[in-house]
């Protein structure tokens, strides 16, 4: 793997940027592994990289059908914080972060990871009392968070409408919430991956399931069956169509989201804004985009393209927080297909097909779990047990009962 520093880039661009080696290779699936994982979206890639990096498995294969991070990896809105009510949550939010925090200089690639902060408002008196319990709850759990009152708010966040039509009271403020390019952490991921000896397969789909006696044997895919007894799926809005493939049910159920994109402008934001009110939030790209974002589809979907009503509340709501932006052009609008958990809590761990493992129902949020998703989904395919950061999130809570409700924390999409 070539390493890149100043001076790499400096080399290349004197030699007319001729001698770039792939970031990766390009190889076809072999007859069998010691491990493979389905799904090239940030959470397969990254459970392929730490297996090979924490557990020492370089025999291992990253299934993807179609290309790496074009998933929902690729279609969000790279907004990473961890403002959640429960320690289970927050623990592992709080992993994911300080991953995230080392992980440019440990791929040797720049994910431009951004800890510009992240906001979240309270127009009423109820919302105040929310943003007190999610406030006391986080610094409970040890994370850094602060509350300010609305003219505090508009004094920080340049440019927000003093005259909104939900009035902005109080606004919560985690610092280290960010950002991080989101193509670049699969990209750095995948490298990292590859030169530790992992097959990156692209255009290989998954087709079925090869199980005998309660456990996995292999996978059948579009390019030729795969023998394997340990099985690591990742696979997001289609977690519930594998499962099918593999004969149980998951408590999933899958929904268009959608995000938007503007013409660059020069800097105008420098933190994230989220609007409970109006269910919007933004950011500004490091390219100077407007990056933004609102409620769900509110029915079930698999199509990749969202409907208009859900893109008329967004832009409603962001320019109710900031009317100068009704003069800009939008450039982009998308949606990807989000696996959302009845609790809203992910799920991590066994499956009822021994050898089968499970990281899935990250519904809108799981952009920023993905090096803790990864790292513990590799810790279970590894050594056959959980992670002690997921032990809480396995599918047996849906036996037992002991869910952990985070809707509040996370129903809105971010
Ligand atoms: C519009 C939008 C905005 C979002 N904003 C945020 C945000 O700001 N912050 C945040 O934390 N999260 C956000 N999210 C959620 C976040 O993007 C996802 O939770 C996260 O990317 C999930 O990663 P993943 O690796 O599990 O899934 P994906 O990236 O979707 O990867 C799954 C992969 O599995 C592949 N696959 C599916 N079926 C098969 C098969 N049969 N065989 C082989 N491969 C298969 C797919 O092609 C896909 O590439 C947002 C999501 C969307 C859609």
Redesign the pocket.
């Known amino acids: 793997m070539t390493r890149y520093s100043a001076w790499s880039l400096l080399r290349a661009g004197l030699s007319g940027q001729k001698n770039w080696a792939p970031a990766w290779r390009d190889t076809g699936p072999k007859p069998g592994y010691d491990a493979v994982v389905?799904?090239?979206?940030?959470?397969?890639?990254a459970t392929a990289y730490y297996l090979a990096r924490v557990h020492g498995l370089r025999n291992v294969a990253l299934?993807?059908?179609?290309?790496?991070?074009?998933?929902?990896?690729?279609?969000?809105?790279?907004?990473?914080?961890s403002n959640y009510f429960f320690p289970e949550s927050t623990r592992f939010y709080d992993f994911a972060l300080d991953l995230y925090e080392g992980l440019s200089s440990e791929l040797n690639y720049n994910i431009m990871f951004s800890r510009r902060g992240m906001w979240m408002l309270a127009h009423d008196r109820h919302g105040v009392e929310m943003l007190r319990r999610s406030a006391n709850a986080m610094l409970r759990n040890g994370a850094a968070v602060e509350m300010h009152d609305g003219e505090e708010v508009r004094r920080r966040i340049p440019g927000l409408n003093p005259d909104p039509r939900f009035p902005i009271i109080a606004g919560l403020l985690q610092p280290r919430g960010g950002?991080a390019r989101?193509d670049a952490v699969?990209w750095g991921y995948a490298r990292g991956a590859d030169a530790l000896g992992v097959d990156i397969i692209q255009n290989?789909?998954?087709?079925g399931f090869d199980i005998a006696g309660g456990r996995v044997r292999g996978v059948k895919?579009s390019r030729g069956d795969i023998a394997c007894d340990r099985i690591g799926m990742?696979?997001?809005?289609?977690s519930s169509?594998?499962a099918q493939?593999a004969g149980f049910r998951l408590p999933i159920t899958s929904y268009?989201?959608?995000?938007f994109v503007s013409e660059p402008m020069k800097p105008v934001l420098d933190t994230i804004v989220l609007a409970p009110a109006t269910g919007v939030?933004v950011s500004q790209s490091d390219k100077g985009e407007l990056v933004f974002?609102g409620a769900l589809d509110l029915f079930p979907s698999y199509a990749q393209r969202g409907s208009l009503p859900a893109l008329e509340q967004a832009v409603a709501g962001l320019i109710d927080m900031f009317p100068q932006f009704s003069r800009v052009r939008m450039l982009r609008q998308?949606?990807?297909?989000?696996?959302v958990v009845h609790d809203s809590t992910p799920i991590l761990g066994e499956s009822p097909v021994d050898g089968l493992y499970l990281?899935?129902g990250?519904?809108?949020?799981?952009?920023?779990?993905?090096p803790a998703?990864g790292y513990c989904l590799a810790h279970q395919i590894a050594t056959g047990t959980p992670h002690p950061l997921a032990t809480a999130f396995s599918l047996d809570r849906f036996r037992t009962g002991a869910l952990i409700d985070e809707a509040a924390a996370s129903g809105i999409?971010?």
């Not at 290989?204 to 087709?207: K, P, Q, W, Y």
């Not at 268009?256 to 995000?259: C, D, E, M, P």
């Open positions: 389905i799904g090239g979206g940030g959470h397969g890639l299934l993807e059908r179609g290309w790496i991070g074009g998933g929902n990896t690729g279609r969000n809105t790279t907004v990473i914080r950002t989101h699969a290989c789909e998954v087709l895919t990742a696979v997001a809005g289609h169509v594998m493939l268009a989201l959608q995000a939030y974002g998308w949606a990807g297909i989000v696996d990281n899935c990250w519904g809108t949020g799981g952009f920023k779990a993905i998703g999409a971010h």
